[in-house]
């Protein structure tokens, strides 16, 4: 039974989503929309219907049809865009979100075949971007974007983009560098110390001196340069006052180099060259696992890259596209269909009906009325509109929450880490054993008092202590990731063991904004169903599309009547039946709503059949989720109105620890206050109304279906599909706490084993050769294992 | 044994160009991406249009 349905459901050639409509067909492949269909004709035109045969629907549903490239024509626009521009050749990255599959490697990479102007596309896939080098004279920078769009590519230029590209640094290339350096020396001073340890004939004595000063050779660029940011970093460090890990490192590493080179020019021993190559080589390779990127996702996002690039302003009755920088107070804008407001404006001309789910989650469209603030953020639906700005940009009532002092200062409402707070007493023990055994030797001998100090800062060097952080950090991130929750930084696990409040957004966070539930009150007989439909399907309004999908496929009768008004309904004449379908008000006229849903009313001949009522829907496993946090506080804070309270209730217990009715400054406040009760905080939230609430929080997690689009600034992102995974989450960090507690004892315990020898001042360059890598071979293997296996335990792998 | 000295330089040397070969490696970016590349040797070059012949 089940079957025959899936069958009869037609898919879009293009993008795979169910075609609507029978209305777009070219050679037998059916398509959902026009967008798709024009797509498909432009590849087959250019012979490029590969793009299909690779990957199932590769495209990407193209409902919307027109947008606006024409400030891609100003010059200062472009100028920050591109990366290179001569008359000749300019070359330009984009990034372009859509990229997923095989078919679009193959497309975008034979771009030339559109047009000959341009001379080279390569893709980065992973991080999504396409680098492009095009004829200056053939193409412009306009052309091309056009170009990707009619493609369905459409890169996504944003404002912070070109900020982002003016501050690029490569800290992970010079790493890279330091390492392979490391490596080099560390693998021929191994080699050149074995004649060593495996004892040398009298006769041999000469090459011991060649060993020798090859070792000094192999460990200077070993010290100044794979190692010199340790110096660096103590240096600094010392210079405020704060003992950090890199002091005792780089003590370690200069003792040991200072040890060598006076042992080996004063022929008294071999020196200990290979455990200092050794040392710098693991802790930079520790310091690599550390620094895990995410090339395709952006932590720092704010309202910039959320708005456009550039805005069409009215200047004496001609348009012209001005950089949303310069747009000032009194200018008039043009708005069309699907363009974001920029700034706070009043609407002048137009009918506007405006979709502020970015802004406070709702995404049901709200119409506006002439004369009336329209606040930023919000997403024109319907046709072009006429504004004129209030307020600048930066100081609009959204973006106005990025002035607020929780964005300019310094984070400092991060906890400490462990290894911070740990080091600093380690740093001061360090140095106590060592002038500790310094002048207990100094009466019998110098030398042995020497010998014994230096030999204490070597053997007690955090190394193990140093990577036991990053490589169980690295671990847990990769279990992270593999359940889709992407952290910014190792760091954050460590924040997120130590929570205690744990605060929700209620839009978009913990519904979500895709699948709204709709509730048919009343009864449809099959005719009613199909007049219902035919009306709807007509309309572009969000509310009847989904009223389609809801009804699914049925039989669609000819109209011979249509009128959409906006913000109201529809009505239609379809054969001896009058339809109309939309709001109370616009069946009503004087209509108060109960119950604070939005319905949607039908009369079919002046009888009244029900109405579609529509409920937000919770994520899947919301309250096991609420509940498995029953160790938290709770909170919910949510910019809406308090009519899905008593739905809400079960879940969250207590009336008085949801807020509704939270404006995006008091949802700031609100964590302020918890914070100020000694709560370590995270917020979890969605939308740009929650960016303020993300960043004062101690951890700010934002949640999102879809990983490429907008998400605001913040700590971690957790994809919409793992939501419900957020207790096990926790709990596994805890877990990885420990596994550091455990592995710093370990490394600990090697440290007082390699101690007992150093005090005595008879450290061999043997043991600790041996000691060093089979210390940091323990940490690396046991904090793998016990993370995998805490992963395990949290059924998260 | 004298000839440890020779062989020596000649491993250090050998290692020397491995290492630099990587540094121009890192330089030019060909570790900049390292996943792409796997797919796009799977993409067939198209066969060229029958009428053209």
């Known amino acids: 039974m089940t079957e025959s349905i899936f069958t009869e459901k037609t898919t879009c050639y293009h993008c795979g989503d169910e075609c609507l409509s029978t209305s777009y067909v070219v050679e037998d492949k059916k398509f959902c929309c026009l967008g798709c269909k024009s797509v498909y004709s432009i590849l087959s035109a250019n012979n490029l219907c590969n793009y299909y045969n690779f990957n199932d629907h590769p495209g990407l549903t193209r409902a919307r049809t027109d947008k606006r490239f024409d400030y891609l024509d100003e010059p200062s626009i472009v100028r920050e865009l591109v990366d290179y521009a001569d008359d000749k050749l300019t070359i330009v990255t984009l990034y372009i979100p859509h990229i997923h599959c095989s078919s679009c490697i193959w497309l975008l990479e034979k771009l030339n075949k559109f047009n000959p102007g341009i001379l080279y596309s390569r893709i980065d896939f992973l991080k999504k971007q396409l680098n492009i080098k095009y004829d200056t004279k053939q193409l412009s920078l306009r052309q091309l974007v056009e170009l990707l769009f009619d493609i369905d590519y459409e890169p996504l230029i944003s404002l912070q983009d070109v900020i982002k590209k003016q501050n690029r640094v490569n800290a992970k290339d010079n790493l890279v560098q330091r390492i392979a350096v490391a490596g080099f020396c560390f693998g021929n001073v191994m080699l050149l110390s074995f004649p060593e340890y495996l004892g040398l004939s009298a006769f041999e004595q000469t090459f011991k001196h060649f060993f020798g000063w090859l070792n000094i050779l192999f460990s200077l660029p070993v010290v100044f340069y794979s190692g010199s940011e340790y110096f660096v970093s103590a240096w600094q460090n010392l210079r405020n006052k704060v003992l950090n890990i890199d002091f005792p490192l780089a003590l370690g590493i200069a003792v040991l180099f200072a040890r060598t080179v006076i042992e080996i020019l004063t022929q008294t021993g071999a020196g200990f060259a290979d455990t200092l190559c050794g040392l710098v080589f ?45 747009l000032k107070i009194g200018q008039r804008i043009i708005l069309r269909h699907n363009e974001i407001i920029p700034a706070d404006a009043i609407l002048l001309k137009g009918e506007a009906l405006i979709d502020f789910s970015f802004v406070t989650g709702e995404s049901i ?17 319907s046709e072009a509109i006429e504004l004129e700005v209030v307020k600048p940009v930066s100081q609009s009532y959204l973006t106005q929450l990025w002035n607020n002092e929780a964005f300019t200062r ?10 911070e707070r740990v080091s600093k007493y380690f740093a001061v023990v360090l140095l106590v054993i060592a002038f500790g055994s310094l002048v207990f030797w100094l009466p019998t001998s110098l030398n042995r008092g020497l010998a014994a100090f230096t030999a204490v800062l070597i053997v007690a060097c955090p190394c193990a202590l140093a990577l036991s952080t990053p490589f169980t950090m690295a671990a847990a991130l990769s279990i992270f990731d593999k359940n889709l929750f992407y952290l910014k930084n190792t760091a954050v696990v460590e924040q997120l063991a130590k929570i205690d409040t744990v605060v929700f957004d209620k839009t978009g966070t913990i519904t979500t904004a895709a699948d709204n539930q709709i509730v048919l009150t009343g009864t449809l007989s099959a005719l009613e169903t199909e007049l219902v439909y035919s009306t709807c399907i007509n309309s572009n309004h969000p509310l009847s599309r989904m009223i389609c999908q809801y009804l699914g496929k049925v039989n669609k009768h000819e109209l011979d009547y249509y009128k959409e008004t906006p913000g109201g309904g529809i009505n239609t004449l379809i054969g001896k039946y009058d339809v109309r379908i939309g709001s109370g008000k616009f069946l009503f006229g004087e209509f108060e709503e109960t119950a604070g849903q939005t319905r949607v009313h039908m009369l079919i001949n002046g009888r009244y059949c029900g109405y579609f009522a529509f409920r937000q829907n919770y994520r899947e496993g919301l309250k096991q ?4 946090l029953s160790a938290y506080q709770i909170f919910l804070i949510s910019g809406d109105s308090d009519h899905e309270k008593n739905d809400l209730l079960p879940i969250f217990k207590a009336e008085d620890r949801m807020g509704f009715n939270q404006s995006p400054q008091k949802k700031l406040d609100f964590i302020q206050l918890l914070q100020r009760l000694k709560g370590k905080v995270i917020m979890i939230g969605d939308g740009l109304n929650d960016a303020g609430a993300l960043k004062q929080s101690n951890l700010g997690i934002a949640v999102t279906d879809n990983i490429n689009n907008f998400s605001p600034g913040c700590d971690a992102i957790l994809d919409g599909r793992s939501f419900n995974k957020l207790p096990a989450f926790l709990k596994f960090s805890k877990n990885t706490v420990t596994i550091i507690h455990c592995s710093f004892l370990i490394s600990l315990t090697y440290n007082l084993i390699g101690l007992s020898y150093a005090v005595s001042g008879n450290l061999s360059p043997l043991t600790a050769a041996i000691l060093m890598p089979l210390s940091t071979a323990t940490i690396i293997s046991f904090t793998t294992v016990a993370t995998h296996f805490a992963a395990k335990r949290r059924k998260l792998l | 044994m004298n000839i440890i000295y020779f062989l020596i330089g000649c491993s250090v040397l050998l290692a020397l160009v491995f290492l630099l070969a990587f540094f121009w490696a890192q330089r030019t970016g060909q570790n900049d991406d390292l996943y792409t590349p796997s797919v796009r040797i799977l993409l067939d070059d198209e066969t060229e249009p029958q009428d053209k012949k």
């Open chain 1, 282 to 326: 693991f802790l930079l390779v520790g310091k690599f696992v550390q620094c895990k990127t995410y090339h395709h996702i952006s932590f720092e996002r704010d309202y910039r890259s959320f708005f456009p690039v550039a805005v069409q302003v009215v200047i004496n009755d001609t348009e012209k596209p001005v950089p949303l920088a310069d």
């Open chain 1, 365 to 381: 469209p709200v119409s506006k009325t002439l004369g009336e603030i329209i606040y930023a953020g919000g997403r024109q639906t």
């Open chain 1, 410 to 419: 310094q984070q400092d409402n991060r906890m400490q880490t462990f290894n």
């Open chain 1, 625 to 628: 989720m609420v509940d498995g």
